[in-house]
């Protein structure tokens, strides 16, 4: 009976060094929620497709797609949807602050197994909300001769003020 006890015992500290504070929190991967307005934009990561937006997608917490082995740290994101401007944003890693317990709990195996699977960060932003806008727009319309033109344009504050344009009777 006293041994059952001593091997629980054993088998308890040895499941606390061999895993890491953040490898048990939440592990190497994490969910990126994608959406975009309007809805149906596609999602590429790192050139790759990904689906269409709303749309999860569960990425390695250390930076790179599995199989890359650059020193990359972070995702290049790029949502587009034909006649509109692409939407592009970096998903960038953080250290986590589950990788701190393992000062108390997981000591250097914990350091070591939370450094080596990626689970010592966290990947931020954790949600991708792209309002797609459209490029300008120029209309052009004929009525008695004369020619109308509309044009959006985007101000920039250091533009400096020279005219005001003023609607004809």
């Given at each position: 009976?006293?041994?059952?006890?001593?091997?629980?015992?054993?088998?308890?500290?040895?499941?606390?060094?061999?895993?890491?504070?953040?490898?048990?929190?939440?592990?190497?991967?994490?969910?990126?929620?994608?959406?975009?307005?309007?809805?149906?934009a596609?999602?590429?990561?790192?050139?790759?497709?990904?689906?269409?937006?709303?749309?999860?997608?569960?990425?390695?917490?250390?930076?790179?797609?599995?199989?890359?082995?650059?020193?990359?740290?972070?995702?290049?994101?790029?949502?587009?949807?034909?006649?509109?401007?692409?939407?592009e944003?970096?998903?960038?890693?953080?250290?986590?602050?589950?990788?701190?317990?393992?000062?108390?709990?997981?000591?250097?195996?914990?350091?070591?197994?939370?450094?080596?699977?990626?689970?010592?960060?966290?990947?931020?932003?954790?949600?991708?909300?792209?309002?797609?806008?459209?490029?300008?727009?120029?209309?052009?319309?004929?009525?008695?001769?004369?020619?109308?033109?509309?044009?959006?344009?985007?101000?920039?504050?250091?533009?400096?003020?020279?005219?005001?344009?003023?609607?004809?009777?």
């Amino acid at each position: 009976m006293k041994t059952s006890w001593i091997n629980s015992f054993l088998a308890l500290i040895l499941t606390t060094l061999v895993t890491g504070c953040a490898s048990i929190v939440h592990g190497p991967n994490q969910a990126i929620d994608f959406s975009s307005q309007p809805h149906g934009a596609t999602i590429t990561i790192d050139g790759k497709e990904f689906g269409r937006t709303p749309k999860a997608i569960v990425l390695r917490r250390i930076g790179r797609m599995k199989g890359d082995f650059t020193g990359k740290t972070e995702y290049a994101v790029k949502i587009e949807m034909e006649g509109f401007y692409p939407y592009e944003v970096k998903i960038k890693r953080e250290m986590d602050g589950w990788f701190l317990g393992n000062i108390i709990f997981g000591g250097i195996i914990g350091i070591i197994v939370d450094a080596s699977n990626g689970s010592m960060y966290k990947l931020t932003p954790d949600q991708v909300i792209s309002q797609m806008g459209r490029p300008t727009v120029m209309n052009t319309t004929e009525l008695d001769d004369k020619i109308y033109i509309a044009v959006t344009l985007n101000v920039d504050p250091s533009w400096e003020k020279i005219s005001t344009l003023e609607k004809v009777q």
